[in-house]
């Protein structure tokens, strides 16, 4: 059973379009964090949210959990090459808590 | 802030030896850190939890016996691959939570087991 259903699984778009990357589940999380993964090396932490319907930015990517803190979303505004990369979502039930991941969502921005 | 860092970052062993994984927490004090498996397109397996100072809580499925943790201080953690075989062949991941919510992930190790 997975209880974080992260969506697309898989994306390839041309440089400047725009994107949006859904995590969902049924459980209530107390935090949920976004990674990025480059082939060959481990996640790098992009944004931790923990209030519901919290908007946090980060340049060109706009992440947002869901009032009920089940869901999550991750937009990226004009997605450039450098975007290219396997974006994760994973949520804690508790603070301290082990990472549930996503299944992940493989990117590809063509130039 | 919160660098991971992880050795070796690649091994190549043959079947039937054992392999150690060491995992640190370069600026920070962990005394929680995780291990996970990754294969390719593919996301993280959460494999254990490793707390210092006492015994790693190992997720279903994950034979204990054959992937040994030990959190000695709270800098490092090790895993160790035993009598590896090549269904063993993974990119093996750990991390890192200095406090709160936040974990920190290590660089991996590519284990390929011939």
């Known amino acids: 059973t997975q209880l974080l259903e992260q969506s697309p699984q898989f994306l390839s778009i041309q440089e400047g379009e725009n994107l949006t990357v859904y995590c969902n589940s049924s459980?209530?999380?107390?935090?949920l964090q976004w990674y990025r993964q480059e082939p060959g090396e481990g996640p790098v932490l992009l944004v931790t949210?923990?209030?519901?319907?919290e908007v946090k930015k980060l340049k060109r990517l706009t992440f947002q959990f869901g009032d009920a803190r089940k869901d999550s979303s991750l937009h990226i505004t004009a997605a450039q090459p450098g975007d290219t990369g396997l974006y994760l979502c994973a949520g804690a039930r508790n603070q301290g808590g082990k990472l549930i991941f996503g299944q992940g969502t493989e990117l590809s921005v063509k130039p | 802030g919160a660098v991971v860092s992880q050795h070796p970052s690649w091994v190549i062993c043959k079947s039937g030896t054992s392999v150690k994984i060491e995992c640190r927490s370069l600026?920070?004090?962990?005394?929680?850190m995780f291990w996970y498996r990754q294969f390719p397109k593919q996301s993280l397996m959460l494999m254990a939890t490793s707390n210092e100072g006492s015994k790693a809580t190992y997720e279903q499925g994950v034979e204990k016996d054959k992937f040994l943790i030990n959190h000695a201080s709270l800098t490092l953690s090790t895993l160790t691959v035993t009598s590896a075989h090549p269904e063993d062949s993974s990119f093996y991941i750990c991390?890192?939570?200095?406090?709160?919510?936040?974990?920190?992930f290590g660089p991996g190790t590519r284990l390929t087991v011939t």
């Open positions: 949210v923990v209030t519901g319907g």
């Open positions: 991390s890192a939570r200095p406090r709160g919510y936040e974990q920190y």
């Open positions: 459980s209530v999380f107390s935090s």
């Open positions: 600026d920070f004090q962990a005394t929680t």
